[in-house]
């Protein structure tokens, strides 16, 4: 499932968390590259091609971030506001991944154009069932809109 071409943001800095992720990844055969950015900034830099990722393709896009919001640096949903304020980003479709059982979190996020949000499972065996369900919707259902730069 998934494209290997196609990157996967993965912005999460517990690296069980990372760990669990790729786990679950593999076992339900998503093939998509996974990048890891580990905080908020180092998202924007991956995204926007800064600092350390100054040498990569803009225009090459991930097809989903997965975002988790308690980051260090810069919080998840300023991560969030400012991919949508980017057009080279604003549509880039951005799953909020979080350990969060705050509504106002989740209120947040959804004002900021999150298009989904979806509070971590502690259960391997859910986390696998919805790194499943992603995978199969994000990456091989939907349909985006290329957000190439002009």
């Known amino acids: 499932m998934g494209n290997k071409n196609h990157v996967i943001l993965l912005v999460e800095d517990n690296p069980d968390d990372e760990e669990l992720t790729r786990l679950a990844f593999a076992e339900c055969r998503i093939a998509n ?22 040498g990569r393709d803009i225009c090459d896009q991930p097809q989903v971030v997965l975002l988790d919001l308690k980051l260090p640096k810069i919080d998840g949903l300023e991560v969030l506001r400012r991919i949508r304020a980017n057009e080279n980003t604003r549509l880039l479709p951005v799953v909020i ?14 004002s900021l154009g999150a298009n989904s949000y979806i509070q971590k499972p502690v259960d391997f065996a859910q986390f696998l069932e919805a790194a499943r369900q992603l995978g199969l919707y994000w990456l091989v259902l939907n349909e985006t809109p290329s957000t190439c730069c002009k």
Do not use: C
């Not at 950015?37 to 924007?44: H, K, P, S, T």
């Not at 991944?97 to 959804?110: A, F, G, P, Q, W």
């Open 33 to 54: 590259r996974l990048e890891v950015a580990r905080d908020g900034q180092e998202a924007l830099d991956y995204l926007f091609a800064a600092g350390k990722h100054s």
């Open 97 to 110: 991944l979080t350990s969060s059982k705050e509504e106002r979190d989740m209120v947040e996020s959804y």
